[in-house]
């Protein structure tokens, strides 16, 4: 019985090889599931007895396929060349590993790169040849995510007779709004990143967590028919996705926050803005 109904590597053509089918067997597959270890930050009190326990975040998970290939004597040979040719490819790439739970629909993704040698000792049982191999990868990022990624379109900004209340100083005037909502459901595990675009015109926008009260803020401008993408894995700041604009980022007052779980709401709000200003919110829920 698999423990995946499906699982393939995409190679350097943006192509999925699978690794599993009628002639590639997987007889286990450790790190596709679990919850890699937090990494562990603690010091001593200086002064007294006891420590300080800062662990936070989890480090990388390392992902090891055992398969077969079978075959006759030559096809055998062609199932392994394919499989070598994927691996060979996620050496120093990022390539994307895709599997589904077996007895589930959910399909999960995670991007890996060859990180072990591959063992293929070749065997023969009644005449059919098999290669058994192990390959291990590491994925950077410890979370797998959903195969379907999920565009909310947020509500455009508009005028409204109240405006929005801060629990500090800003120095900025922002202009009473109704409107820029996105309302965003994680179907998965864990809180996971998300790609978020604030379409112009606007000005001086800042992206709110509602739940949490965290917050991006940018200043500077959006142009009309303009977007700006912020990343919240890797903490860019794009003009239409392609120009880096991390001038525009407010460090000092910027929360790179998550996606919780569950249901979330995400609000624009900017100093000015025109009738086309709106949030969207690009994500893919998170699993362990």
């Known amino acids: 019985m698999s423990i995946v109904s499906a699982l393939s590597l995409r190679d350097s053509t943006s192509t999925d090889i699978a690794l599993l089918s009628s002639a590639r067997r997987v007889t286990a597959a450790d790190g596709l599931a679990g919850m890699p270890g937090p990494r562990q930050v603690v010091r001593p009190l200086p002064q007294r007895h006891g ?5 936070a975040y989890m480090d990388g998970r390392t992902i090891t396929i055992e398969g077969i290939c079978t075959g006759s004597q030559t096809g055998v040979w062609t199932q ?16 994307l590993l895709k599997w589904t739970r077996a007895g589930s629909s959910l399909a999960l993704q995670a991007t890996v790169r060859f990180h072990d040698s591959m063992e293929a000792p070749l ?3 009644n005449g059919l040849y098999q290669l058994p191999y192990s390959a291990t990868f ?37 202009t009473p709004s109704s409107g820029g909502s996105a309302s965003v459901t994680h179907a998965g595990t864990v809180p996971a990143p998300a790609t978020l675009r604030i379409y112009g015109a606007c000005s001086s926008p800042q992206v709110l967590l509602v739940s949490t009260g965290e ?11 303009d977007y700006i993408e912020l990343d919240l894995q890797t903490r860019t700041v794009l003009l239409n996705g392609t120009t880096n604009r991390a001038n525009l980022l407010d460090p000092a007052s910027t929360d790179w926050f998550l996606i919780p779980k569950g249901s979330s709401t995400l609000r624009l709000v900017a100093a000015t803005f025109d009738a086309s200003a709106r949030l969207d919110v690009l994500h893919r829920s998170g699993w362990l």
């Open 138 to 174: 590491f994925a950077e990022d410890p979370r797998a995510y959903a195969q379907t990624e999920t565009t909310v379109t947020g509500d455009v900004l508009s005028s409204a007779a109240g405006g929005l209340t801060f629990s500090a100083p800003f120095p900025w005037r922002f």
């Open 51 to 55: 420590a300080i326990d800062e662990t």
């Open 215 to 225: 917050r991006i803020v940018l200043t500077g401008s959006v142009a009309a028919g």
């Open 123 to 125: 065997q023969v049982d």
């Open 80 to 95: 392994y060349d394919a499989l070598v040719a994927a691996f060979y490819d996620a050496i120093g790439t990022g390539r």
